[in-house]
């Protein structure tokens, strides 16, 4: 669905321009597309904020004090006319995002750092190496940062791995974990609550508040695993 | 000078906020109720978007190492200086030595304490506000903790000692009657026909853990809800949980969410929101967009207003609440 976009009135100073209803590559990448054009220079015209871009969606914010609502929303649908940025594009190929190399993650798996790894198996009929070479196995997308600070969703796991998120989330995660839920994968940057199943952990720093910025990947960007 | 001798409930150093950077996942962040914010400060003649403490419910105890003025913005949390009770919406002089103290109160649930020039912390990408979360501004990222100092951007400004607030609104309306603006959300087509009717007649209670994040409320018949494909959200957005009831996102929500969002409360009464508290009563009604706009340039207008009768310098484009990017 979704095709021509959906441009939904977001309360009185936001637009979301909607272009899917489920989790999709080829989507994805047509958000950071439009993304990256609202971003350029000057992007889609003065008034306009920031996009914030997630799986299958963008919020553009305008200023209503610099720009009448219903010229933000000609301004948005003439980049979304654009086919540009505005066709489907590659499956899990970069978007306009960037031409960007894999970023390795190291991860140790298993162990105290991967306590749900076992149980994941088990319910999978695997052995623990299958599940780490399935994990390892793809070049997995940001399809979007959020939940916390930092926190990328990156897909498609591949469909051997889903399962669904844990019955009972854990009040704490600690920072550095990987884990899986559904057909995602995410690196848990902050110590958090969360219900995905923890398989490892990295010692990269994701999150560093001093940095500018301070998340180490940006939405879009291509990432692999490497196990330690 | 200002040292913090008892941190209460949750206090945190805030300003308008850090918009902008969501796609990495961070908070807009900044003051809960951004009029009283703007409030605090336009008392000590100062822009309405400097850093200042928010305090929340009471507990907050803070001590005068040299004599200074205070904006007391907010709700009224029982503030007493010496001993002395204190009104929000009036510049106090604090002397040396003295004690100013939160020792509770309602209707309201949170306080703004500015010094002249803004609370001197630095800013990080752009913003002083304390994103507890995410570990940055304020102070190190942390809420405040006993033994903190915190310095006036200016020193030694007593001038604005006794300034009061030239109108009734010092603090936004707490009266649960006058029901808070809504507008439709953006995933109406994901729920129940009736769903936005549901939000607007029924009559919601504040769940207990309100916080920074959002505020649950309770009532009612729970809507029939499923999860949608995780959208942006902002300070306003009114999402069903899978228990059928609304949670208002406020200030520190996270910046994506998987479920639907009915209805976004206009900028306007984003204020109001961050002042409840458990047990509070809440109406919604609908608006248009063009008439939530229309009330959000009448706010900045009443507060420029009283910022040019109090001769303070009116700068409107951090009032806080404001979700722009």
Same mark, same amino acid.
């Given at each position: 669905m979704?095709?021509?976009?959906l ?5 009185e ?13 080829s ?23 920031r ?22 929303r000609?301004?948005? !649908?003439?980049?979304?006319a ?6 489907p ?9 960037g ?5 390795e ?36 997308r940001?399809?979007?940062?959020g ?5 990328p ?8 791995? !889903? ?17 899986i ?35 180490r ?12 | ?22 796609r990495?996942g ?6 809960c109720?951004?009029w ?49 009770p ?19 109160g ?15 912390v ?21 809420a ?8 006036p ?11 009061r ?43 207990p ?10 009532g ?12 942006p ?6 999402q ?29 009464d ?9 047990g509070?009563?809440?109406?919604f ?41």
């Amino acid at each position: 669905m979704a095709d021509p976009p959906l441009v939904i009135e977001y309360g009185e100073a936001a637009l979301l321009v909607v272009l899917g209803d489920r989790v999709d590559p080829s989507v994805n990448a047509r958000v950071y597309r439009i993304a990256a054009r609202l971003l350029a220079d000057g992007g889609a015209g003065p008034g306009l904020g920031r996009p914030v871009p997630a799986y299958a969606s963008l919020l553009v914010p305008f200023d209503p004090e610099r720009i009448e609502a219903a010229a933000a929303r000609r301004a948005v !649908e003439e980049v979304l006319a654009d086919p540009a940025v505005s066709e489907p594009g590659p499956e899990a190929g970069p978007g306009a995002a960037g031409d960007r190399a894999p970023i390795e993650i190291p991860v140790r798996y298993g162990g105290s750092d991967g306590p749900d790894l076992d149980e994941v198996a088990a319910r999978l009929g695997r052995s623990v190496d299958e599940i780490v070479a399935l994990h390892t196995a793809p070049v997995y997308r940001v399809f979007m940062i959020g939940f916390s600070p930092g926190f990328p969703y990156l897909g498609p796991l591949p469909s051997e791995l !889903e399962l669904p998120r844990r019955a009972e989330p854990r009040s704490r995660v600690p920072a550095g974990s990987v884990a899986i839920a559904g057909r995602q994968t995410g690196i848990y940057p902050t110590e958090s609550p969360g219900g995905w199943h923890l398989i490892g952990r990295t010692g990269e720093r994701l999150w560093d508040p001093a940095a500018d910025p301070p998340s180490r990947l940006d939405p879009g960007d291509l990432v692999r695993f490497v196990a330690t | 000078m200002l040292e913090v001798v008892e941190p209460g409930l949750l206090a945190t150093i805030q300003d308008a906020g850090r918009p902008g950077h969501q796609r990495i996942g961070l908070a807009v962040a900044g003051a809960c109720d951004g009029w009283s914010l703007a409030v605090a400060n336009l008392l000590l003649g100062d822009r309405p978007d400097r850093p200042a403490i928010e305090v929340t419910l009471g507990g907050t105890v803070l001590f005068a190492r040299e004599t200074c003025v205070i904006g007391l913005g907010g709700a009224d949390l029982g503030a007493e200086i010496d001993g002395r009770p204190v009104r929000p919406g009036i510049a106090h002089r604090l002397d040396r030595g003295a004690h100013l103290r939160f020792t509770g109160g309602r209707p309201g649930a949170r306080a703004y304490v500015a010094l002249p020039g803004g609370v001197d912390v630095p800013a990080v990408l752009g913003s002083a506000s304390t994103d507890l979360r995410a570990g940055l501004g304020g102070l190190g990222g942390r809420a405040l903790s006993s033994g903190d100092l915190l310095a006036p951007g200016r020193r030694g400004d007593l001038t604005a000692a006794g300034r009061r607030w030239p109108g009734p609104d010092a603090a936004p309306p707490t009266d649960p009657s006058d029901p808070i603006a809504v507008m439709p959300g953006p995933d109406l087509r994901h729920l129940p026909s009736d769903a936005m009717e549901t939000i607007a007649s029924t009559g919601w209670t504040v769940a207990p853990d309100a916080d920074r994040m959002g505020v649950r409320l309770l009532g009612g018949s729970p809507i029939a809800v499923g999860s949608i494909v995780s959208h942006p959200v902002v300070p306003g957005s009114i999402q069903l949980t899978e228990t059928g009831m609304p949670i208002v996102l406020l200030a520190d929500a996270q910046t994506v969410g998987g479920y639907p969002v009915v209805a976004i409360v206009a900028r306007a009464d984003l204020p109001r929101v961050g002042q409840l508290r458990p047990g509070d009563h809440v109406r919604f009604v609908v608006v248009t967009a063009d008439e939530a706009r229309r009330r959000w340039r009448l706010l900045r207008r009443r507060l420029a207003e009283a910022a040019e009768r109090i001769g303070a310098e009116a700068t409107w484009d951090g009032l806080a609440g404001d979700a722009r990017g």
